[in-house]
């Protein structure tokens, strides 16, 4: 049985990994062994976000807190996070899917749909074809998968394979150009773009290519609190990296108390 991934990493730029009651994440900019985390442990009622360092002194680790959020708040507030988690990492793309006079599907796009890829024999061939595929650059080994420098290449090459053509060719569709209410993900085969897609409604969108941390928080936040929030973050990464225990910083670890809701989104 294949164990649930809870470790990430993006070429060298990015790595996430998930606990039971915290989850981390670091980019290659940061000093080597320093990550941020956010706490969610279940007898604490909020959620607390900080900067620390992995050393030899396992409960006296370096570590400042930036942030602490009432978990009510923070559940209450999913909802208007995912939407700007979204505005964040997808872009929208045209397809130019303009319905002509009485035609019911558009014979220039082609879609494999993610959620009809459902039968078990095809979806094994599909999983061992993108094993094959993304060998050299996407690699998995037990609960962790590392995305390697090309990898989004790969994804294109596969989707006009023809392998995957044969695979697919009960599963890929014309595009109907009425199309269902329900949101939907796969690849997208066109003359403009040919890749991995989300639909949310009549909308498609394609992830971005790097993506921002501040461009995020901007969409949520005001602009004034982004900048009192990265330069505690920039403050909190500097004690961290000369400290050698928390002891030495402990005084520094006056976190920002944010409501969630009281934060008004930028329009």
Not at 80 to 87: A, K, Q, W
Not at 165 to 191: C, E, H, M, V
Not at 227 to 249: D, G, P, Q, S
Request: glycine share 4%.
């Amino acid at each position: 049985m294949t164990e649930p991934i809870n470790y990430i990493k993006i070429e060298e730029t990015l790595w996430l990994k998930a606990g039971d009651s915290v989850f981390s994440f670091g980019f290659n900019c940061m000093e080597k062994d320093m990550h941020f985390s956010i706490s969610y442990s279940k007898g604490l009622d909020e959620f607390n976000f900080h900067v620390t360092k992995n050393t030899n002194e396992l409960h006296n680790k370096p570590k400042v807190e930036i942030v602490r959020i009432p978990k009510k708040d923070f559940l209450e507030s999913l909802p208007s996070i995912g939407i700007c988690m979204l505005n964040t990492i997808l872009e929208p793309i045209q397809l130019r899917h303009y319905k002509k006079h009485n035609k019911k599907y558009n014979t220039k796009i082609q879609f494999l749909s993610f959620t009809k890829l459902n039968d078990s024999i095809e979806q094994k061939k599909f999983e061992n074809l993108l094993h094959i595929s993304f060998q050299p650059s996407i690699k998995r080994r037990k609960k962790k998968i590392e995305f390697s420098k090309g990898y989004q290449d790969s994804i294109a090459t596969l989707a006009n394979s023809r392998e995957i053509r044969a695979l697919t060719r009960k599963k890929l569709k014309y595009l109907p150009f009425d199309l269902p209410k329900n949101n939907d993900s796969g690849f997208i085969i066109s003359k403009h773009y040919t890749g991995v897609v989300v639909r949310i409604g009549c909308k498609w969108y394609k992830i971005k290519e790097g993506i921002n941390f501040v461009s995020f928080l901007k969409t949520y936040f005001s602009e004034e609190l982004v900048k009192t929030l990265l330069f505690k973050m920039n403050m909190a990464l500097e004690r961290v990296k000369r400290a050698k225990t928390f002891e030495e910083i402990k005084n520094y670890n006056k976190p920002i108390y944010l409501s969630l809701n009281t934060s008004i989104p930028n329009e």
